[in-house]
């Protein structure tokens, strides 16, 4: 995988953790937008760079790693730019989307914090990791029907 290819993604995912990290502050949205976030960002990515014809999946490691990737990116981009704005919310505003995370937010001190945003970012890049493992085996999946729908219809 090339530099350029590798930064792209990252930025992609930056894009998306910011994204997200916004949806996740609004109420009822804020759940799906958090699970999407969570177990289906290296999936949107990757199908958005396949679409553009700017990514080609060639082994299951490499769809792993650059899940992984993805995943780990996405979530940390997604803590930075969520944290301020439930603390912001709790504080200031004295609104919380999802209370139990804002109590813990607004009474947590930075080391907590930190700790438990590397920890989800972790998890995430797991998760994203298996799915991203997943894109693949139905990329190959999806190729080899269409593969044998133009040899049937060669014999036709």
């Known amino acids: ?10 930025l992609i995912g930056a894009f998306l953790g910011v994204v997200f990290g916004v949806l996740t502050a ?13 177990c289906f960002a290296a999936v949107i990515e990757m199908v958005f760079l396949m679409r553009v014809k700017l990514l080609e999946l060639l082994t299951v490691a490499e769809s792993a790693v650059i899940g992984g990737i993805i995943g ?32 813990m937010l ?13 920890f ?5 890049a797991t998760i994203n990791s298996f799915m991203g493992f997943l ?15 133009q040899k049937r219809n060669i014999f036709k």
């Open 1 to 10: 995988m090339d530099k350029t290819l590798l930064k792209l993604i990252i």
């Open 26 to 38: 609004i109420p009822y949205l804020g759940e799906i937008a958090f699970w999407l976030l969570l």
């Open 72 to 103: 780990f990116v996405s979530f940390m981009v997604f803590c930075i730019v969520y944290v301020p704005i439930v603390v912001i919310l709790y504080k200031f505003f004295n609104y919380s989307a999802n209370p139990g995370v804002s109590l």
């Open 106 to 118: 607004g009474t947590a001190n930075f080391f907590i914090i930190f700790v438990l945003s590397v």
């Open 120 to 124: 989800m970012s972790v998890l995430s």
């Open 135 to 149: 894109t693949f085996y139905v990329k190959e999946f999806i190729k080899t029907l269409d593969d044998n729908e």
